[in-house]
């Protein structure tokens, strides 16, 4: 059974920065990627960022030169570094791990406030 559990949401004001992490564990074969995705309320879910095990990335277009996303593959954990936020950034996060199916995490908020 593999379990996603996503950390580091909070309340912060306009132009701070937060950092999310996302543990996997349990019986993991290999990891094809893993990312951070966002629902706002009223508002479908969007990329945020992913990474593949090979360090290749992929942004959303409203989060780049912002966002910074990394991967420690010993700890299978991936990392949100988020600067300059702001309240269109107030989400819910959410981790997915692809490990041949995808795997999410429960979520965790992000409030940025003006």
């Known amino acids: 059974q593999v379990q996603v559990v996503e950390s580091g949401g909070g309340l912060v004001q306009a132009g701070g920065s937060l950092r999310l992490s996302c543990a996997t564990s349990?019986?993991?074969?290999?990891?094809?990627?893993m990312g951070w995705y966002r629902q706002a309320p009223g508002k479908p879910r969007e990329l945020v960022a992913e990474?593949?095990?090979?360090?290749?990335?992929n942004y959303g277009d409203s989060v780049k030169g912002r966002f910074t996303i990394s991967v420690d593959n010993a700890k299978n954990t991936v990392y949100l570094q988020m600067n300059a936020l702001k309240p269109e950034d107030t989400a819910v996060y959410y981790c997915?791990?692809?490990?041949?199916?995808?795997?999410w995490g429960q979520g965790t908020q992000v409030t940025v406030s003006s």
């Open positions: 997915k791990a692809n490990l041949g199916r995808d795997y």
């Open positions: 349990g019986r993991i074969p290999s990891i094809n990627y």
């Open positions: 990474i593949s095990r090979g360090g290749d990335t």
